[in-house]
């Protein structure tokens, strides 16, 4: 039985499939930094790793009615977390597909959750955040105000090595006090549900 004492336990999902990305670098940098946070425990989620089709299901995510075996697996991934750390790139203005897929795949799973966002790129990926947000609202995924933006040539020399500045991790660290109050803070409505 989970108490409001018991730990969280948190997902940071690496967005990004393409070569070379910085997804799981980006993700590796926000575990090892929330891994002194003494309220929750985060786990990295590489989409890379995890090889999810797009969309093969016959009805759609809101019946809770899954055929495949992978969308069976990943609900019971996603239904074992409180919240989660979107690490994403801007791609044309938006999340990768792979993101989106990995997001619009499940329903109830992601109800009544917390969530933030690392993105990154030439304008630290806030359009990308943009798009999340509305998808996550309608998800029932509660988003933080807090997250953090990346940029090339400021937090990466060139395009190619991650050198976040040093007040990124400050950023950070207020984006995930957010995601682990909202998340605690949803449990009840959770467990009531």
């Known amino acids: ?25 980006v993700a590796d940098w926000v575990s090892r930094i929330s891994s002194n946070r003494p309220a929750a425990s985060y786990e990295v989620i590489d989409l890379a790793q995890i090889n ?18 992978h969308t ?49 790129g030439v304008d630290g990926g806030i359009r990308s955040v943009e798009q999340l947000r509305q998808i996550c609202g309608e998800l029932k995924l509660a988003d933080v105000r807090a997250s953090v933006a990346l940029r090339f040539g400021i937090d990466f020399e060139g395009y190619a090595t991650f050198t976040p500045a040093v007040e990124r991790e400050t950023d950070l660290a207020r984006a995930l006090d957010d995601l682990e109050r909202w998340a605690r803070a ?8």
Not at 7 to 22: D, E, F, K, V, Y
Not at 186 to 193: E, S
């Open 52 to 69: 999810l089709p797009f969309i093969d299901e016959v009805l759609p995510p809101m019946a809770g009615q899954y055929d495949q075996p």
């Open 72 to 120: 069976v697996e990943w609900a019971s991934t996603i239904q074992a977390y409180d919240g989660f750390v979107f690490v994403t790139p801007e791609y044309n203005h938006a999340p990768p597909a792979v993101l989106k897929n990995a997001l619009d795949v499940l329903f109830a799973e992601w109800n009544d959750k917390a969530a933030t966002f690392v993105s990154y």
């Open 1 to 25: 039985m989970t108490t409001s004492t018991t730990p969280l336990r948190l997902a940071i999902i690496a967005g990004s499939t393409r070569p070379g990305r910085h997804a799981r670098t």
């Open 186 to 193: 949803l449990r009840p409505i959770r467990r009531a549900a």
